[in-house]
Each structure stands twice: as C-alpha cells, then as structure tokens.
C-alpha cells in the first residue's frame, strides 16, 4: 500500500526564504507519487561545509506545517534541519459559505478518505527521500516527530521505512478503527451517524489494516519515544499503552499532565528536544532524568 516508485521526479521547487539570525526558513514544495504537490517548510542552519542531520516534522490533525516551527528553528540553533509538511488533508482549503450540514458532510468525507492515508504515508516517505538528495543532509542521521495525526501515521511510516534512526510519537492511536468503533467522542459519534451501517463497515475493513499496531512493531532498530497525556480527550490510556507495549525496542514512554494537544507543556517539549539531540549524537545533549518507562 505504501511503495511507490522511487525513480520519479522529485519536483522541488522553493518559492521564498526569510532571513533569521542563524538559519533561513525556505517555502518549499516537492512532488507527491500520488499526485500534487507537497507544501512544506524547509529550516536549514546558516553553516558552510558540513552535512547536518535532520528532523521531518508531521501536525496534528488541528494543525498545519507551521504547528512545529519554533521547534525547528530552535533545533536549527543546534545545527539540525527541519522539514515540515502539510498533511494531504491541509492542502486545500475548504469553499466558503458552507450550510452546517455541508461543513459536517466535508468533515467526514476527509477523516473516511482512506487513500489520503496512505498518501500521507507516502509523502512523508517522499520528504525522506528530499532530505537525503541534498548534499548536505547527513542521511544516516534523521529523526521523526509526529503529533497525533503525525504520530498515527508515523507510527505506520516506522514499520515500513528503515531510514530513520529514531521517532517521537505524541498522543498518536495504536488503533484508529478501534476508536471509530468504540469511542463516544462527539467526532466519532458523528461519523457513525452520518454513515450508513454498510458504509461504516466498509470504512472499518480498509482501515483497519491501516492501524499503527501492525507497523510500530517492526520499527527496530529505530529508537522510539511516545509522549502522552493524562488528560486525552481523543487517545484512552488503552490506546496509549498497546502502543507502547507492542512497540519494538529500543523505546521509552513518558506521560504527562497536560491535554491532547500538550497545551503549555514545557516539560514535554524540553524532553523531547533533549532526546533527539541525543539520537543525534551532538555535543549539546544534556542528559536529563525524567519519570520514564525505558526498554
């Protein structure tokens, strides 16, 4: 479901560069395998002469390319890349004027789109191979961040692509179809009333192969770190822990007092910067102890 042809044209195109003190901000796009193209920041540290390894960043489903930004211009101080990109289902932006009734319509018709799932997939695999055509990418050092929408999927992306050296997964699902299925959050409750049974079980079917649980545990010899909340209104803490616990090693969990979207969780992005740095080998890691779970 995820290969595509690796011969294809990249099709990378820069349209504008910003100037910061220590590194530029690139609006970039490159070619999807599945058609259009891939918006996307490219955050590069101004450094001559080296190659720096590089983050690929995935939002949340609230999110865009720029949720992760100050992230990556943080890391960009450190000497480390960053690609960001737009999910398949931010790439267009919806009419305007829409009945209730319409809004709700599109709604549903974008979290049933299966083939934008996998196209997500794909394109990320796509942005890896961007990353590793640039000369002064180390290709041997790339991590993965992903926030729920971004951590669902990249835990599908760890199970099927061996180029990344580790993955930072943030209140993703171990199993979307199980949540479908089972959860009374207004979102998912809407999609089971809004489809007909026939429907909803034909959405389950090509789904449910689609679930990280499959993937997440051949990830090795990736590391992985999951962050998680308490207080998740989207992921239960059944979710959360399947994904830990059928994860492939090496792999650590923490688990944090905050909401889904880590809403003023400095503790969480402190640890998480940290331990990519760690992944990275680069002399700026500080070690830190936190309340962990490490395997």
Not at 71 to 77: P, T, V
Not at 85 to 101: C, G, T, V
Not at 111 to 138: A, C, H, K, P, W
Not at 218 to 223: E, H, I, L, M, Q
Request: hydrophobic share 40%.
């Amino acid at each position: 479901m995820f290969e595509y042809e690796r011969s294809l044209p990249l099709g990378f195109k820069e349209f504008s560069i910003i100037r910061k003190d220590g590194y530029t901000v690139r609006d970039v796009s490159y070619l999807s395998p599945l058609g259009g193209e891939v918006p996307a920041y490219l955050v590069i540290p101004n450094k001559e002469g080296q190659s720096f390894p590089a983050v690929i960043f995935l939002h949340p489903g609230q999110g865009n390319r720029a949720t992760f930004l100050s992230e990556a211009e943080d890391l960009a101080s450190k000497g480390i890349i960053s690609l960001l990109i737009d999910a398949p289902s931010m790439r267009k932006a919806p009419p305007q004027d829409l009945s209730q009734e319409q809004e709700l319509t599109l709604i549903v018709e974008g979290v049933v789109n299966i083939q934008g799932y996998i196209q997500t997939v794909v394109d990320l695999r796509r942005g890896i191979d961007l990353l590793s055509s640039f000369e002064y990418v180390d290709s041997e050092r790339l991590v993965y961040v992903g926030h729920s929408l971004g951590a669902t999927w990249g835990g599908v992306l760890a199970g099927v692509d061996k180029r990344m050296k580790a993955y930072v997964l943030m209140a993703g699902f171990s199993s979307v179809s199980k949540w479908h299925k089972t959860s009374e959050h207004p979102l998912a409750v809407l999609i089971r009333n809004m489809l007909s049974g026939e429907q909803f079980n034909k959405f389950i079917t090509e789904l449910e192969p689609l679930d990280a649980v499959h993937y997440i545990k051949k990830a090795a010899p990736a590391s992985l770190f999951f962050q998680f909340s308490r207080n998740d209104e989207f992921i239960s803490k059944d979710q959360a822990k399947t994904y830990y616990t059928v994860a492939s090693s090496p792999k650590e969990v923490a688990w944090y007092e905050t909401d889904h979207l880590f809403t003023a969780c400095d503790t969480a992005y402190r640890e998480r910067m940290q331990w990519i740095t760690g992944q990275l080998g680069l002399d700026s890691y500080n070690p830190i102890q936190p309340v962990r779970k490490k395997e």
